[in-house]
């Protein structure tokens, strides 16, 4: 009672209802939707990607620039890379799951190239990445979180919440 499955991303986003809404506090708010978010997000941070090879794409990328070399000058199956391959098979290795490795040097963006330069310096895995973009995700709850505190009128925040959270009115 007085809960209704709300459309939001995924349409999986279980919230208040606008009449509930303003009985909760702001901060109850944010804490709901963060938690709601985290548990969402556990089996894929918990697990290899299955849903697309990107990140294997952004490791390799970081690999590449880890050993001084641009990842715009050669596709990954370049004999001048041979030296960075892992051979491997599994969740755990790298080039074998890179996307077009044959046809395709790197399409992401230089500011994108440079996080995954920092990630391959640091931790250059599969779960490096994804603990790196786990950190931009808090990284974004905390400026939404700054964004929000001078918003007084918990209905308000609220609805602003709603549209980063993905509850419905």
Not at 22 to 35: E, F, W
Not at 134 to 137: A, G, P, S
Not at 163 to 168: E, I, K, N, P
């Given at each position: 009672p007085g809960r209704k499955l709300h459309r939001g991303y995924g349409n999986a986003a279980v919230g208040p209802n606008?009449?509930?809404?303003?009985?909760?506090?702001?901060?109850?708010?944010?804490?709901?939707?963060?938690?709601a978010a985290a548990v969402a997000q556990l089996p894929g941070i918990?697990?290899?990607?299955?849903?697309?090879?990107?990140?294997y794409r952004y490791v390799w990328d970081?690999?590449?620039q880890a050993a001084g070399i641009n990842p715009y000058a050669h596709l990954p199956a370049a004999p001048e890379l041979r030296a960075l391959r892992d051979e491997g098979t599994g969740a755990e290795a790298i080039y074998p799951n890179i996307n077009r490795a044959d046809f395709a040097p790197t399409i992401?963006?230089?500011?994108?190239q440079a996080i995954f330069a920092a990630v391959g310096l640091?931790?250059?895995?599969?779960?490096?990445?994804?603990?790196a973009m786990?950190?931009?995700?808090l990284l974004g709850i905390g400026a939404d979180e700054a964004q929000l505190a001078h918003v007084r009128d918990v209905e308000q925040h609220c609805r602003l919440a709603a549209?980063?959270?993905?509850?419905?009115n």
């Open positions: 606008r009449e509930q809404c303003p009985r909760r506090t702001a901060r109850g708010v944010v804490v709901m939707v963060v938690l918990l697990e290899p990607p299955r849903t697309s090879n990107d990140a970081g690999r590449v992401y963006p230089p500011a994108a640091v931790w250059p895995t599969i779960w490096g990445m994804k603990a786990l950190l931009f995700d549209l980063a959270g993905g509850l419905a």
